[in-house]
């Protein structure tokens, strides 16, 4: 099964959606799962509309969602406070909060960071039974 990356932003006002490896193709919406919705749809249009399409785009596919730190951390908001965050992380909120209003950008270092807490915190969750 091949994996299509979508890319998800925060504007100003709404979220934004794209795939790199195919031009052409953008979603936008108010939320990312509008975004989201967007882009799948948008993605439709193109295979529906175009002779020739990507061999990427023949078979199965899978979405896999690319976030930049602020965009995610925006997003998550509404699930995550600050000290949550903070715990899973070991980032100070404060640092958090300059990462997610876009006053300050991560280094490479601390976005690495950012993933594999979200990555082991993921894990956990998938490993977890309610009995």
């Known amino acids: 099964m091949e994996k299509i990356i979508v890319t998800i932003a925060k504007g100003n006002e709404n979220y934004g959606s794209w795939i790199d490896t195919i031009p ?13 919705k ?15 399409i990507p061999e990427i785009l023949t078979g199965e596919y899978v979405f896999e969602y690319h ?3 602020a965009s995610f ?6 699930i995550f406070s600050k000290p949550a965050l903070e715990h899973i992380t070991g980032i100070n909120q404060k640092q958090l909060f300059h990462y997610s209003s876009g006053l300050r ?6 976005v690495k960071k950012i993933d594999t807490a979200f990555r ?12």
């Open 24 to 36: 052409g193709i953008y979603g936008q919406g108010d939320t990312v799962e509008e975004a989201k």
């Open 67 to 69: 976030f930049d730190v």
């Open 120 to 131: 082991r915190f993921s894990n956990e969750l998938n490993q977890v039974r309610f009995v």
């Open 105 to 110: 950008r991560p280094s490479e270092k601390t």
């Open 38 to 52: 967007e882009i799948e749809n948008g993605l439709k249009l193109y295979i529906k509309h175009n002779k020739e």
């Open 73 to 78: 951390l925006e997003y998550y908001s509404r």
